[in-house]
């Protein structure tokens, strides 16, 4: 409860915070998601927080595209901005009109050929055939310097990390993946951030659990599209040991090293470079900082007894992914 103006009958009075999930319907899909809006104890009058960015459309959006393999507005901006494309540049070399991407990239939903089209670009070769067929209005400069730019990824399409994304992110976004694809850039950045004070290995995998199924209770979507199995010490990411070796051994982010903590030999894993945050979203920087703050006093001993207490985990069994489905229950 609080004191303040009500937007409805303007006197100030007790205003009632309320939090309730909500179906949205989004073509002819119901979505569930979280609607926050006051409720005025003098008119009865509800109101969303004229204040607040947040927007419950925007997120059923959002949950649609990662259920479909849409690109959201942002991986279209991106995609665009990282070629030195404008929107005009864009559309031109789609054959779009020339608002279709700037409605899709202030949140509209792009439609199935539309998506298709977007999803093939992001293949270098792909891109680099439209532009050699229709990129001739570009100035020659740009043109050149973009054709460079292609040719240059499409050599390092066999990198390692392009080689483990096609082992183990080959997976639809769907609920053992929090509806996300999964996201290399994500998940090596969260692990770096974890590890920027010296972790142990036990608690770096719980922090990446609690981490993306805490994201996905609040927004719908987890941060990195990890899966998460059953293990007798705890919930962890399915396959972790190959994205800790690609870190230390390929990416040199982090070092590994073996310390005695009692009787028991562990794992302290040390980051040796700063993260990269630039990737994340703000929700996804604040979910990652409550979780750190949250165990920050917890022995590895004692943040695997707390996970243990999860019902995702209680509920399933040794080598079983654990579904985003089980975030409700959640214990932070």
């Known amino acids: ?15 009632e915070h309320i939090e309730n999930y909500e179906d949205i319907s ?21 109101y969303e927080d004229p204040k ?7 997120l059923a959006y959002k949950v649609y595209r990662e259920r479909h393999n849409m690109m959201q507005p942002e991986e279209i901006r991106e995609l665009r901005q990282r070629y030195g494309l404008t929107q005009k540049d864009l559309c031109k070399l789609l054959g779009w009109g020339e608002v279709t991407l700037s409605r899709y990239e202030n949140g509209a939903l792009q439609d199935d050929s539309h998506n298709r089209m977007l999803q093939m670009i992001k293949e270098p070769h792909n891109l680099l055939n439209i532009v050699m067929q229709n990129g001739d209005f570009l100035a020659v400069k740009k043109r050149e310097k973009l054709i460079s730019l292609l040719e240059n990824e499409i050599e390092e399409t066999h990198s390692f990390p392009l080689i483990l994304e096609e082992l183990f992110g080959k997976y639809r976004p769907d609920i053992l993946s ?24 036990t608690k770096l995998n719980k922090f990446l659990f609690y981490s993306d199924f805490k994201h996905y209770k609040n927004n719908a979507l987890s941060i990195t599209g990890l899966r998460y199995v059953h293990l007798k010490y705890g919930p962890v990411p399915d396959n972790y040991e190959h994205y800790y070796a690609t870190l230390q051994n390929v990416e040199e982010s982090i070092k590994i090293e073996e310390e005695f903590i009692g009787e028991y030999v562990g794992e302290i894993f040390s980051a040796v470079r700063k993260p990269d ?22 022995s590895a001993s004692g943040i695997k007894d707390f996970s243990h207490r999860e019902r995702g985990y209680s509920e399933t069994n040794d080598g079983q992914i654990i579904p985003y489905s089980y975030a409700d229950y959640l214990q932070i």
């Not at 945050?277 to 165990?295: P, R, Y």
């Open 52 to 58: 607040s960015s947040y927007d419950p459309l925007a």
């Open 277 to 298: 945050l630039s990737i994340f979203s703000t929700s996804e920087i604040k979910t990652l900082i409550e979780v750190k703050d949250f165990f920050k006093n917890y």
């Open 1 to 15: 409860m609080t004191k303040d103006i009500c937007w409805n009958c303007g006197k100030e009075t007790d205003l």
């Open 26 to 46: 989004v073509r002819g899909e119901v979505i569930s998601v979280l609607v926050k809006y006051y409720k005025c104890h003098e008119c009865g009058g509800e």
């Open 178 to 201: 929090g509806f996300r694809k999964l996201n290399l850039d994500k998940v090596f950045q969260t692990i770096v951030f974890f590890c920027v004070d010296g972790i142990l290995k």
